[in-house]
């Protein structure tokens, strides 16, 4: 069964790092896009950044210049690396895989890991 893995997250200090790492495996027939996402209290669901398997990246405004998201496709594994960490980027962060599925169609599907809350706060 196809499952996305997160971790990293956790509490720290406004201009602290964390580094959130997501692993896919599983049955996934081919991963298009991973990524990050996110959802403070409150607030709708929101694109950080995300990743073509081949390295395009697409990074969200708020956190430009403060993340870096990067892959490793051997290990289908995605990565966000998060400096400069403020108390605004308080949220569950959830990794998202974009994968064709093995079907008549081969439509591309959504694929939500179960969240990693990240917290910054002094």
């Known amino acids: 069964q196809a499952q996305l893995v997160e971790s990293g997250g956790g509490l720290v200090q406004p201009g602290g790092s964390l580094r959130l790492s997501c692993v896919a495996s599983g049955n996934f027939f081919k991963i298009n896009t991973m990524g990050w996402y996110r959802q403070a209290p409150g607030k709708q669901r929101e694109l950080v950044a995300h990743i073509t398997i081949g390295g395009s990246t697409n990074v969200a405004d708020s956190v430009k210049g403060r993340f870096t998201i990067s892959r490793d496709n051997a290990k289908n594994t995605v990565y966000l690396q998060m400096n400069s960490l403020e108390p605004e980027d308080t949220a569950v962060y959830y990794c998202?895989?974009?994968?064709?599925?093995?079907?008549?169609?081969?439509?591309?599907?959504?694929?939500w890991g179960q969240g990693t809350q990240v917290t910054v706060s002094s």
């Open positions: 998202n895989v974009k994968s064709t599925r093995f079907s008549l169609s081969m439509t591309e599907a959504d694929y």
